[in-house]
């Protein structure tokens, strides 16, 4: 296992957020985060085993590591086949890196009309691609295992600790928004 690479990724991601972070340029920051993240899951041996594991049903949200200030985290989802998530948002930007398998990301925002959900794009992911997700421009989605008989693997690197911001899952008939908070699967890190 080359955890190195991680422990990289993570000192990277910290000179990028680093120094006076809050008057960054989101985007730009999201820009070279996902390149960051891309290198990082280009290669598949360096999460550890227990980080990896794929439950029967549902998906866990490992944490990998959150920065002292939280300044930006990064987490392995561990999908179950087929498992999917609500419709929910992020309160921060967020970038999404596949790993192992594949998944599928349904984007929605609100009919101004009605108030309920509308789908918009579907993007899938395959190993080594990235996602990125901003709040300006629409953060709303649900994240589907694409795969029926096996598990999937995506990382995530978000613009805080996700695990403990407050933010809402979604109806999407009726649009009415419940808050959350995510918390994380495991109790340790690697």
Not at 4 to 11: E, G
Not at 70 to 87: D, I, K, L, Q
Not at 132 to 149: E, F, K
Request: hydrophobic fraction near 35%; charged fraction near 20%.
């Amino acid at each position: 296992m080359r955890i190195d690479r991680l422990r990289r990724f993570i000192a990277d991601m910290t000179s990028l957020t680093g120094g006076a972070w809050q008057d960054k340029d989101e985007a730009a920051t999201v820009e070279v985060g996902a390149k960051l993240l891309g290198e990082l899951v280009a290669q598949d041996d360096w999460l550890p085993e227990s980080m990896a594991r794929v439950p029967q049903h549902g998906y866990h949200q490992n944490l990998l590591w959150c920065d002292p200030f939280e300044r930006f985290c990064v987490v392995s989802f561990v999908w179950g086949p087929g498992a999917a998530t609500p419709v929910h948002n992020h309160e921060m930007w967020g970038l999404v890196g596949m790993l192992r398998g594949s998944e599928t990301s349904l984007a929605f925002s609100r009919d101004p009309e009605t108030g309920a959900m509308k789908a918009g794009t579907l993007t899938e992911l395959k190993p080594g691609m990235v996602e990125t997700l901003r709040p300006s421009l629409g953060d709303i989605h649900q994240v589907t295992n694409a795969l029926q008989d096996q598990g999937s693997i995506s990382i995530h690197v978000y613009g805080g600790n996700i695990g403990a911001v407050r933010r809402h899952t979604f109806d999407v008939k009726s649009g009415e928004k419940k808050l959350f908070i995510s918390g994380y699967t495991n109790r340790e890190q690697p």
